[in-house]
């Protein structure tokens, strides 16, 4: 049975996360979208405000789970039986730092990524741009799926 891990910080989830689940879910049996819990970034939303998101998003595709990891992603892959990474691109910068940290994650480990290439639509589209628009008062109805909006403009 294929199992892959698509991990990421989630705050907030985006449309091109969203695109991502749902092409990843057509393509192996079982994707666990796993949120970081230990990074040290500043965070809009706590973890378990991302796990609820994620759970919201995940819920049309039966074969999607909700995880955490702490500490190497690798070695939550491998806890749970899962031999690949997804990664989306959304571009040559994305590449280059992706590239590295899927070499490194394979040395160590055996444990493989794959990469998909954003969609046009979702190409411009970031968390942490969607955050500094959303703070300053700009419209990020159309970069995040509408749950996460409403949860948005909630907080900010
Ligand atoms: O959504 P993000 O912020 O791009 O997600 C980054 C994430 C969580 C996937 C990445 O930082 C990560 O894999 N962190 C786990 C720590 C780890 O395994 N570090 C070694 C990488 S070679």
């Known amino acids: 049975m294929a199992k892959a891990v698509f991990p990421g910080t989630f705050d907030p989830p985006t449309n091109g996360h969203l695109d991502i689940i749902g092409r990843a879910a057509a393509a192996f049996d079982e994707v666990i979208v796993a949120a970081g819990v230990n990074q040290s970034k500043a965070r809009l939303f706590d973890l378990d405000e991302r796990l609820t998101m994620l759970t919201e998003l995940a819920k049309p595709f ?89 949860r948005l403009l909630e907080k900010i």
């Open 62 to 150: 039966a074969n999607v789970r909700i995880g955490t990891f702490e500490g190497l992603l690798v070695d939550y892959c491998r806890a749970e039986g899962a031999g690949v990474i997804i990664k989306g691109l959304r571009s040559a910068a994305d590449y280059d730092y992706e590239l590295q940290m899927a070499q490194l994650n394979h040395a160590m480990t055996g444990v493989d990524t794959m990469f998909l290439p954003t969609r046009a639509e979702n190409a411009f589209v970031s968390s942490s741009w969607v955050k500094e628009i959303a703070k300053l008062g700009g419209e990020v109805a159309s970069f995040v799926p509408a749950g996460v909006h409403a």
